[in-house]
């Protein structure tokens, strides 16, 4: 149990092009989603939290224009790279978690999304 | 807010050698702590929380951890590593009811067959 899927795996893009990326749980409900970005060899940073039916919650220093996300369901959160950059290439992961799931507090991670930018 | 040290960036070693891998936080209160994994091209694994109780936490595959309050530890071992343990490994924290996590670096670990 506790699966989270992440769509698509592998992106390139043009610069100045917008990517749009799902994470969905599969088999729970996810009341809150997290995205994080990973660098190569370097540790996953937060960019944001997601509640369902509300904004985004993002971490300092994370522009909210360029990196739009909507968590319209319990099920599905996704992220949205705007006029996206060569800078934005990066390997994006998202986490989800659910109230009523066993260890409410243990965050499900999706396999992620390596975006590059060209 | 947390901050989360691990101390090895690589650690080689050969395989049925033992593992430790180091963790400490920096912390106030009480938290919630973890170790995940994650294999050359997959995606994060837990392999062990702790958040509450007994102090020494068993996980998956072998994998063990101690949480040390006094010294703001939470260090995994593996008596006998293999091949196939191969990754990374991210020492995580977060406070009870705040999801938010804090990684560590994390510590690519090699086994040699």
Known sequence: ?118 | AQSVSQHNHHVILSEAASLELGCNYSYGGTVNLFWYVQYPGQHLQLLLKYFSGDPLVKGIKGFEAEFIKSKFSFNLRKPSVQWSDTAEYFCAVNAPNDYKLSFGAGTTVTVRA
Request: aromatic letters at 10%; proline letters at 3%.
């Open chain 1, 1 to 118: 149990g506790a699966v989270v899927s992440q769509h698509p795996s592998r992106v390139i893009c043009k610069s100045g092009t917008s990517v749009k990326i799902e994470c969905r749980s599969l088999d729970f409900q996810a009341t809150t989603m997290f995205w994080y970005r990973q660098f190569p060899k370097q540790s996953l940073m937060l960019m944001a939290t997601s509640n369902e039916g509300s904004k985004a919650t993002y971490e300092q220093g994370v522009e909210k224009d360029k990196f739009l996300i909507n968590h319209a369901s319990l099920t599905l959160s996704t992220l949205t790279v705007t006029s996206a950059h060569p800078e934005d290439s990066s390997f994006y992961i998202c986490s989800a978690t659910a109230l009523g799931l066993a260890g409410a507090d243990t965050q499900y991670f999706g396999p992620g999304t390596r975006l590059t930018v060209l």
